[in-house]
């Protein structure tokens, strides 16, 4: 039998979604059918959340539903606190989102018992809202407890975004703030079979937990090939120092085969649709905190890096030196993008459920031929 190996599954069809539909000839990225702009542009994150799980732009009636369900868990926890202050201080953000993820879903029961494993549709959707809620404020204490700083209790009268970033700062920034972070999260909550979001399949088709899924999608979502790169695009900045570096700095960097974070992608090739919204944003955030020389560097860089190789900026590019603006720590970075993401991440865990079938691909086997243990000399 011939084995054709695709690397990296580039290429590779392994299902089909009704969630996102990603298309590189057009550079279009498409929510249940929507623009990814347009979404960006007019809707609350939390009303993305809800397209995302339920199919539609939801009603009032529905926005009070996710309110009602949800404020009730914007707050900080006891043991996901007391999870988070047993790690060492110096442990990357990351790792507390992962273990506050996972003290959550012991506490929501899941994994007690595999005998009576398998929540429905409607307690999955309710744990997915609960998760949804929780994480801006496991964020944002992660950040102020590095800075040996109280965290600072959710309100209930703010939006998503605004709440998220009262209980990282303790004050309410301007609405240009809100609206650039709002967008953010909006462009990063889902990207159809993304490396994070097939993690969390493949976990959910072995009949496993939503919070395990989401434990491993963030172990994925980690790594600078992916969300990590958000985190990385950052320190790139800090290293260039000035617009006036760019060009000696690609140089060097170029000459040691570094990959440049925030460049690639490997389903656009001619350019990330999510970028302009993102850029956009980032453009209004330099003008509000009066930072031109933030936007010299990042388009010095992606002059001279697509000039150079062709290869365009991906979100993480607009959306690092953005949250920079915003007063969050560099490693802060891609838990943000958790948050965002776990809303399309819980709505493919959703899909998954509703129509399982084990994930479990083949490997052409290349080690040593059969061979056979040599019987031991008798004594
Ligand atoms: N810097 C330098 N060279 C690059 C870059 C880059 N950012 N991206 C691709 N290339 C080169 C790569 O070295 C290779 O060249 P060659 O053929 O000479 O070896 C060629 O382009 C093809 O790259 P690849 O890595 O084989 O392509 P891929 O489809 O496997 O990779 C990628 C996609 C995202 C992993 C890659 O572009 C990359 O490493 N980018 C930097 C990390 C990054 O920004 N990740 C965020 C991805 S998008 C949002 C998200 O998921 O968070």
């Known amino acids: 039998m011939t084995e054709e190996i695709r690397r990296g599954l580039a290429g590779v069809v392994a299902d089909s979604t009704a969630i996102s539909r990603v298309n590189p000839e057009t550079n279009s990225l498409l929510y249940r059918g929507y623009p990814v702009q347009e979404l960006a542009d007019t809707q609350l994150f939390e009303a993305v959340a809800l397209l995302l799980w339920n199919g539609e732009l939801p009603t009032d009636d529905d926005l009070e539903w996710l309110r009602a369900n949800g404020r009730p868990h914007r707050m900080l926890r006891d043991d996901v606190r007391a999870a988070i202050d047993a790690l060492p201080l110096g442990s990357h953000p990351m790792d507390e989102v992962r273990t506050a993820v996972s003290v959550i879903g012991a506490r929501e029961g899941e994994g007690e018992?595999?005998?009576e494993s398998g929540a429905s549709r409607e307690e999955n959707v309710a744990r997915s809202l609960r998760l949804f809620a929780a994480l801006p404020a496991i964020v944002a204490y992660g950040q102020r407890r590095r800075h040996g700083l109280d965290p600072i209790p959710s309100r209930e009268d703010l939006t998503y975004a605004q709440n998220f970033l009262w209980m990282t700062h303790g004050d309410l920034?301007?609405?240009v703030v809100v609206d650039a972070f709002n967008r953010s999260m909006i462009l990063y909550a889902e990207h159809s079979?993304?490396?994070?979001?097939?993690t969390a399949r493949v976990i959910t088709s072995t009949l496993s937990d939503l919070h395990s899924a989401?434990?491993?999608?963030?172990?994925a979502l980690k790594g600078p090939l992916h969300g990590g790169a958000n985190e990385m695009v950052m320190h790139t900045f800090d290293e260039i120092g000035t617009a006036g570096n760019v060009r000696p700095w690609l140089d060097t960097a170029l000459a040691e085969r570094r990959k440049i974070m925030g460049f690639g992608h490997r389903v656009y090739k001619h350019g990330d649709s999510r970028v302009p919204t993102m850029r956009a944003a980032l453009g209004a955030l330099v003008e509000h905190y009066d930072r031109p020389d933030v936007l010299a560097l990042y388009e010095a860089l992606e002059r001279e890096f697509v000039e150079r190789k062709g290869i365009y900026p991906n979100l993480d590019f607009p959306s690092g030196p953005a949250y920079h603006l915003m007063g969050f720590d560099t490693p802060t970075f891609t838990?943000?993008?958790?948050?965002?993401?776990v809303t399309g991440w819980t709505a493919h865990i959703l899909e998954q459920q509703a129509d399982n079938s084990l994930i479990r691909p083949l490997a052409a086997y290349n080690g040593v031929p059969e061979r056979h243990v040599q019987a031991a000399e008798p004594v």
């Open 193 to 198: 079979f993304n490396a994070s979001t097939f």
């Open 214 to 219: 989401v434990v491993g999608a963030i172990g």
């Open 173 to 175: 920034p301007d609405p």
């Open 113 to 115: 018992s595999l005998l």
């Open 335 to 341: 838990p943000l993008f958790v948050a965002a993401r």
